[in-house]
């Protein structure tokens, strides 16, 4: 099978339309293909800062640091950069919960009624594992006001109905963190940063702070950075979550602490190997819809699979078990959020040819095309690379890179490649749908509607055409 994809970000990187030979492509070491990507990639989302690594046979064949940690004074990211992980965090409370059952100290079958006080009786079901499972069914603090004080929260959420019977299904759900978190402080009368801090990252205690408070300015911290369409700018999050979410969020960390926690994981220094295998199994839901294991996601197809955590569109964490490679990308932002999962399935195919995904792969060259190149010559790369993989659907690659522009209030591209999708796809329901919603978002009311009708006619069951087309009507 010809592998296309290692030339088509070359393409996109030196905007020509020449493909180099494949001889030129093999001769590439997998650290210069995987930069080379990922320059694109940082290009393409304008993210403003990265470090990267990739770890293969326990070797770090790939670690690069990218762009700048703070744009107002030109700060470049470094080996000292600390970024917030956001969700990523969920890895390091899941292992210190299980280090805490290797300890004896806790169980999984473990009642959470046992560690927290003043619980409703109806909760009394919910165990350990429900909460790193995301199964318990608890209401979702988030969902009050931010500003009361951890005492009042919890005076408020008891009051509120589980939403389902514990263990039934899966649900993401911040709660089961702060929980979490409540029980490992209970369990070692330590706070859960000093826990994690001296559990985990022994000797690296500069290197790894835990803070979920976006306005404080730490030593090497970076920000998180979104762009403003409306000053044409990037700006720093501002959004303080508190100590509560610490669990769940809170971890601030650099590049080279982060690889050396990896280490001791692939070297059973903080969890013996039974256990680990335990803690990223997946856990058996009852309505069994969800492949999730204790707080670590399970990506991918069966033969491909992968395990770990992405956090707020600017971290991953991935393992591919099976092959001995580990993925970490760390980010301060982006101009419009970058498809991590992408990054990911990117990345692993260009080291090791087993976990290629042909199509994920040439869908992500497609989008990048689209998006660095002018119309012309992407049209011209697209023709290329259809024409050698006919067996591929390129919808995916089509549908992102005109979202791309709708994000970025370039509606009139957007619609120009939406009209491509449905030259490209005249069959697809979704293509006429998205060039519908391009119209809509120009004011050319009549051009969604009719596209909206072509939708519908290809789909009869496409609620979002008739809901659309009402709303036209209506108004």
Not at 33 to 40: A, M, N, P
Request: charged share 25%.
């Amino acid at each position: 099978m010809r592998i296309v994809f290692f030339c088509c970000f070359l393409f996109l990187i030196n905007s020509c339309t020449k493909r180099e030979s494949k001889t030129t492509e093999k001769l590439q070491p997998l650290e210069k293909r995987v930069d080379h990507y990922l320059q694109s990639l940082i290009k393409a989302d304008e993210i403003p800062g990265m470090a990267v690594a990739v770890i293969k046979d326990v070797q770090i064949i790939h670690e690069k640091y990218y762009g700048l940690a703070n744009i107002a004074h030109n700060v470049p990211v470094s080996e000292n950069t600390l970024f917030r992980v956001y969700s990523t965090t969920k890895l390091i409370t899941s292992v210190a919960v299980f280090q805490l059952i290797e300890k004896g100290k806790i169980s999984l079958d473990d009642s959470i009624s046992r560690y927290i006080d003043n619980l409703p009786k109806s909760w009394n079901t919910i165990k350990i594992e429900h909460l790193l499972s995301c199964s318990s069914g608890l209401p979702e603090y988030k969902n009050f006001d931010s500003k009361i004080s951890n005492k009042e929260l919890f005076n408020q959420l008891i009051k509120e109905p589980l939403h389902f019977e514990a263990g039934y299904k899966y649900e993401y759900n911040q709660t089961n963190y702060w929980f979490l978190k409540l029980i490992i402080e209970k369990v070692t009368s330590q706070s859960f940063e000093d826990f994690i801090q001296k559990s985990q990252f022994k000797d690296r205690e500069e290197e790894v702070l835990f803070a979920s408070n976006s306005l404080v300015d730490y030593p090497n911290r970076v920000s998180k950075y979104q762009y403003n369409n409306e000053y044409k700018a990037y700006e720093k999050t501002t959004y303080a979550a508190g100590n509560r979410s610490l669990a769940g969020n809170g971890m601030n960390i650099n590049l080279k602490a982060l690889l050396d926690w990896n280490k001791k994981l692939d070297d059973n220094q903080l969890l013996q190997s039974e256990t680990k295998h335990l803690m990223m199994s997946p856990y058996a839901y009852k309505n069994n819809r969800f492949p999730f294991g204790y707080s670590w996601g399970i990506y991918g197809p069966e033969e491909k699979k992968y395990y770990g955590f992405t956090g707020g569109g600017v971290s991953a964490f991935m393992k591919f078990i099976d092959k001995d490679l580990t993925i970490v990308i760390l980010s301060n932002g982006f101009k419009n959020r970058p498809i991590i999962a992408n990054a990911i399935t990117y990345i692993s195919g260009l080291i090791d040819k087993d976990l290629q995904r042909k199509d994920r792969m040439l869908n992500e060259d497609i989008r990048l095309a689209f998006i660095l190149n002018n119309y012309k010559n992407a049209i011209e790369i697209y023709d290329g690379i259809q024409q050698e993989n006919q067996d591929v659907v390129f919808e995916r690659g089509l549908n992102s890179a005109s979202l791309h522009y709708i994000n970025s209030l370039q509606v009139e591209k957007s619609i120009a490649i939406f009209k491509f999708y449905t030259e490209k796809y005249p069959s697809s329901s979704n293509a006429f749908n998205r060039l519908g919603d391009a119209y809509f978002n120009n004011k050319q009311f009549d051009m969604a509607k009719i596209n909206y009708q072509k939708a519908l006619a290809l789909d009869s069951n496409n609620k979002k055409a008739k809901k659309m087309i009402k709303i036209i009507e209506d108004n």
